[in-house]
């Protein structure tokens, strides 16, 4: 089947303004992860959906940051009020099981370059 | 703040050599895994090695996997030039946190 897909691939948009991207994650995967990776960086975890259960927002770096995930299936990352530090590039990634004993193997989205200019 | 860091940070061989890259972790893990990325856009699952696992084989990919040290290796053998990428070792915690911690990254690049 088709892996996870993310858009818009480039969003260019204006310091101030809101954003939304968009995740499909692999049919079947309960657990849906954001990460943000800066220039020539690592990945840093953003946010995290396992289920019905409550979201771990330990990532999120500030209250601007916000995510939804709709019947367990699509993800929304949303940015309010959009600033030059928040270009990067948002990856997605599902995996099928993340239980106590789990592999956790997840399966990335090509991600979503955003630039704020 | 990140947990895996990688070793060296750019890695430059000529095709068909051996590449060695190493990976070092805080917390104690269930599993640590490799992932590739091209282009600086998705990450490519390569290898997962269990916490209670010292070696692992896939292909060319050879992990192996040292609790005690904390510290875990990628080697791929017979290099080639579709090798060229960044690589990232990601810990998940025993602790019950799913999120994986993804190191910095090792540039390897590989010259024809």
């Known amino acids: 089947g088709a892996g996870v897909s993310q858009s818009p691939s480039n969003k260019v948009t204006e310091k101030g303004k809101d954003v939304e991207l968009r995740c499909d994650p692999i049919?079947?995967?309960?657990?849906l992860y954001w990460y943000r990776q800066s220039l020539g960086q690592g990945l840093e975890f953003l946010i995290y959906f396992q289920g019905n259960s409550a979201p771990d927002k330990s990532g999120l770096p500030s209250d601007r940051f916000s995510a939804e995930r709709t019947g367990g299936s699509v993800s929304t990352l949303t940015i309010q009020r959009t600033q030059q530090e928040d270009s990067a590039v948002y990856l997605c990634?599902?995996?099928?099981?993340?239980?106590?004993?789990?592999?956790?193997?997840?399966?990335f989205g090509p991600g979503t370059r955003l630039t704020v200019l | 703040s990140q947990q895996g860091e990688e070793d060296p940070q750019a890695l430059s061989i000529q095709e068909g050599e051996n590449a060695t890259m190493n990976c070092s972790y805080k917390?104690?893990?269930?599993?640590l895994q490799w992932y590739r990325q091209n282009s600086g856009r998705g990450l490519v699952h390569l290898i997962l090695?269990?916490?209670?696992?010292r070696e692992k084989h896939s292909g060319r990919l050879r992990v192996t996997l040292d609790t005690s040290k904390k510290s875990s290796s990628l080697l791929i053998t017979a290099s080639r030039a579709a090798d060229t990428a960044s690589y990232f070792c990601?810990?998940?915690?025993?602790?019950?946190?799913?999120?994986?911690?993804f190191g910095q990254g090792t540039r390897l690049t590989i010259n024809p």
């Open positions: 090695i269990r916490s209670n696992e």
């Open positions: 990601a810990t998940d915690s025993s602790q019950g946190a799913q999120k994986l911690v």
């Open positions: 049919s079947g995967h309960t657990a």
């Open positions: 917390t104690s893990i269930n599993n």
């Open positions: 990634a599902s995996s099928f099981t993340s239980g106590l004993a789990g592999l956790n193997t997840q399966y």
